[in-house]
């Protein structure tokens, strides 16, 4: 299982409208083959900031199975107008380091 992260910054007074939107999105994602869950995250210090958290089964399964499908053009008609700037996308490993002993 791999882990995407993306932190997202929402133009300046269109939270609320995203996070209406992004409830709607989340059925987008959630349909598709791989997904595990997500969580979206709102930024107590910093205006209009979320950190969003995706777990697929395969790295795969988010940057081809999700990227090139026409499930995505959706997700970004949806989403894609409230980031400024573009968010980065960066994807983990799952190696449950925090339970090994050093």
Same mark, same amino acid.
């Given at each position: ?6 932190? *997202?910054? +929402? ?10 939107? %992004?409830? @709607? ?16 995250h709102k930024c ?7 950190? *969003?958290? +995706? ?10 199975? %999700?990227? @090139? ?6 997700w970004k008609r ?25």
């Amino acid at each position: 299982m791999i882990l995407e992260a993306a932190m *997202l910054q +929402v133009k300046q007074g269109r939270e609320s409208e995203f996070e209406k939107t %992004f409830k @709607q999105a989340s059925a987008v994602i959630s349909s598709m083959k791989g997904y595990v869950n997500h969580t979206l995250h709102k930024c107590m210090e910093a205006q209009g900031k979320y950190l *969003l958290l +995706v777990n697929w089964e395969t790295l795969e399964d988010h940057t081809v199975g %999700f990227r @090139q499908s026409q499930d995505y053009q959706e997700w970004k008609r949806l989403l894609h107008h409230f980031y400024d700037p573009f968010p980065v996308v960066e994807h983990f490993e799952h190696d449950d380091l925090a339970e090994r002993s050093v």
